[in-house]
């Protein structure tokens, strides 16, 4: 069992950045995946970034890639998404979730956070 609590969120203006914080509990969180999601008013949950188990590997988003880092401390039980040059497209819920599959292009959703919102003005 792992229990994620996401924090950080607030609002910001377009151009700004924000550091976002997935803490976790349960003895097994460093064996996860970890992924950060977002989901918008009126739209789909989408994919933003993967970090694998070890903090080795990355995967982004398209819409993110260049902006936005995942990062994440195994001995806080604590991953990050650091967002820069925020646009106000970037409004949104953000979620992190443990995820079971090791391949950073594929999902296997085992627990998500509640979410924090994320709010970025023109």
């Known amino acids: 069992q792992v229990t994620l609590v996401e924090s950080g969120g607030g609002l910001v203006q377009a151009g700004g950045s924000l550091r976002l914080s997935c803490a976790a509990s349960g003895r097994a969180f460093g064996t996860y995946v970890i992924d950060w999601f977002r989901q918008a008013p009126g739209k789909e949950r989408e994919f933003v970034a993967a970090?694998?188990?070890?903090?080795?590997?990355?995967y982004y988003a398209d819409s993110v890639k260049g902006r936005f880092t995942i990062s994440r401390d195994n001995a806080k039980n604590t991953v990050y998404l650091q967002m820069n040059s925020l646009k106000p497209e970037d409004t949104a819920v953000y979620y992190c979730?443990?995820?079971?599959?090791?391949?950073?292009?594929?999902?296997?959703?085992?627990?998500w956070g509640q979410g924090t919102q994320v709010t970025v003005s023109s």
């Open positions: 979730a443990a995820d079971r599959a090791q391949d950073l292009r594929l999902r296997a959703i085992a627990y």
């Open positions: 970090i694998s188990w070890n903090g080795g590997s990355t």
